[in-house]
């Protein structure tokens, strides 16, 4: 076959379908002077290639630097994903970067995500417990947790289920092999917020917050997409929800702005703002008249800037009656804030995430040779210095950690590559302390006498 292809998202006339089976197609960013021989060379021994092409410019029939693979089965595709992004064809190449390429039907154009390939979707009888399904399923790799639907009302199994690998190629395993009776998907991930389907909230709601009565009819959550919840409106993710939330800020809040704020959304049946108990930091509670309205506050108010540069945390909030639980969310999410704004010491909090972190183990030498450098992407905000250090050191032979100056992102050294592989594991596409993290290989320098960038 001719290696010039017409479309971006991969195809050239083939009588293949090359989104049989989904997800089995790689999208490959390389060198120019890269051939599809060499490309096999490298990825023929992760599995079956059914075909490998270089897009060409069909003017000059030069190289663009982009290329696909296509593989016999999904796994094959992510085990190719797993080892070779980051790492060289050659010596004398850049490091690649290695995607699964989204299927040519998608109305998605977001990539497709590491972590959106780990998750299963499963049918099961009622019978089956968490652990019914740990026995099931763990032959085929390392499984993070596992979960079963149930009606929140009633308590009783809806018959189905989510499977959480380590890694993507354990997923599309298990899919592949699992007996045709759990009838085992990839789990569609939940719509991200900020898409490009998705309004500019933000800047139409810090413009009118004060004036409520002219832009109330932007947040009626009567439109809203209610996808990620079940008809009693609990998470199909096992969020608790409720009527109530609870905001946080690392500034003081006024009660007239934040009820300005949350009246927004229609529904609001009263907004209080916490007396101020621990150093300068605020808390609110607020009620809707319903369910549907406080997921939809949630949804567009957590991690809005209100003021500008000032991050508001929105969580659900069921205090027991008693305000028991109210008191240990606030307290905790303060000095969750506390410890990312530099204002409390690693030994004076606990890290809130959603990755299993193990226990923190002490630093290599600063003077020790880096055998590999991971490259970190923080959302929305970066982690302060600290924090960074504490989570990425729990892996082992950690040399340091840097931030650059201005931009989101940062660089974590080791002197294993062991140890880094098990942080990218770990960490990439987790929360912690309120930040996503993307981590991944970092390329080498092209220029090792080019100046460090200067760090905090």
């Not at 990620?228 to 009527?243: C, H, I, M, P």
Request: proline share 4%.
């Amino acid at each position: 076959m001719s290696d010039t292809i017409e479309d971006r998202s991969g195809f050239r006339p083939s009588t293949q379908n090359l989104d049989d089976p989904p997800n089995s197609r790689v999208f490959l960013v390389v060198s120019k002077s890269s051939s599809v021989d060499t490309i096999r060379g490298r990825f023929s021994k992760y599995g079956d290639i059914q075909d490998i092409w270089v897009v060409k410019d069909k003017h000059t029939n030069e190289s663009k630097g982009i290329a696909f693979v296509k593989y016999a089965k999904s796994s094959q595709a992510c085990r190719a994903l797993e080892r070779m992004n980051g790492r060289c064809l050659t010596d004398d190449t850049k490091p690649l970067k290695v995607f699964i390429a989204q299927s040519r039907g998608s109305s998605c154009h977001r990539d497709v995500e590491y972590e959106d390939l780990t998750k299963i979707f499963i049918v099961i009888p009622i019978s089956y417990t968490e652990g019914d399904v740990m026995d099931k399923f763990k032959e085929y790799g390392q499984i993070q947790h596992c979960s079963i639907m149930k009606n929140k009302a009633t308590g009783e199994r809806k018959g189905c289920g989510f499977v959480k690998y380590l890694k993507p190629s354990q997923a599309a395993i298990a899919i592949e092999n699992c007996d045709r009776r759990f009838k085992a998907i990839l789990a569609k991930p939940r719509n991200k917020a900020g898409s490009a389907t998705e309004p500019d909230y933000h800047s139409s709601a810090r413009r009118d917050t004060m004036a409520p009565e002219h832009t109330a009819a932007m947040y009626s959550y009567e439109q809203f997409d209610y996808s990620a919840y079940d008809k009693s409106g609990e998470a199909r993710t096992q969020e608790a929800v409720s009527k109530r939330l609870i905001v946080v800020s690392r500034l003081p809040l006024v009660q007239e702005q934040m009820y300005s704020l949350f009246n927004l959304v229609s529904g609001l049946e009263y907004c209080e703002v916490q007396p101020d108990l621990y150093m300068s930091y605020g808390v609110a509670v607020i009620q809707y008249q319903n369910i549907a309205a406080s997921i939809y506050a949630k949804y567009k108010l957590h991690g809005f800037e209100y003021p500008p540069g000032n991050r508001l945390g929105v969580t659900f909030l069921n205090d027991g009656g008693d305000g028991t639980d109210l008191r240990k969310m606030a307290s905790q999410k303060k000095a969750a804030q506390a410890y990312e704004r530099g204002y409390a010491t690693p030994q004076a909090m606990q890290l809130l995430s959603d990755a299993i972190l193990p226990a923190c183990k002490k630093k290599a030498p600063s003077d020790s040779e880096s055998k590999e450098r991971l490259f970190v992407l923080f959302k929305p905000h970066t982690l302060t210095i600290d924090v960074m250090e504490d989570v990425f050191c729990r892996f082992g032979n950690l040399i340091e950690v840097f931030l650059v100056r201005g931009k989101n992102l940062g660089y974590a050294k080791y002197t294993e590559k062991s140890s880094a592989d098990e942080a990218i594991a770990t960490l990439h596409g987790k929360t912690v302390n309120g930040v996503k993290l993307r981590v991944t290989v970092a390329e080498s320098p092209r220029d090792k006498s080019n100046k460090r960038q200067r760090t905090y």
